[in-house]
């Protein structure tokens, strides 16, 4: 499922059979389609490495969601999972090092079951 507006689209994965990387990485080419293939590249390297932390370290619904940011040039990328334990502290390794490298910001909120890590990308004008 997706929703959203011009600045905000979001894509629900109702279970791990539903959403490959494949089918994820498909909705995100099509909602960048257009945009300098850099940018494309970079958000697919995110959006994927923190879809992947999600199917690794929860359990669905997994929601990402991308929130452009006209006034800064930027886009945040979440994705949200129901937590198969309880908050702990987190350490990043692979996927997450990249993560950090990749984009100006990111972090991990916690609520309950539920866990959030977004990424803020900013772009060159």
Not at 38 to 55: H, K, Q, T, Y
Request: proline share 6%.
């Amino acid at each position: 499922m997706t929703a959203g507006n011009n600045n905000t689209v979001v894509l629900v994965v109702e279970d791990d059979d539903a959403g490959s990387v494949a089918d994820v990485a498909s909705w995100l080419h099509g909602r960048v389609d257009g945009w300098p293939a850099p940018d494309v590249l970079l958000i697919g390297v995110v959006v994927g490495e923190l879809f992947d932390n999600a199917r690794r370290h929860g359990s669905p619904p997994y929601v990402i969601e991308l929130v452009l940011d006209h006034w800064h040039e930027a886009l945040v990328v979440s994705v949200s999972d129901r937590a198969l334990h309880g908050p702990g502290p987190w350490w990043p390794a692979g996927g997450l090092l990249l993560v950090d490298a990749l984009s100006e910001r990111w972090g991990v909120e916690s609520q309950g079951r539920n866990t959030t890590v977004w990424a803020e990308i900013l772009f060159e004008s």
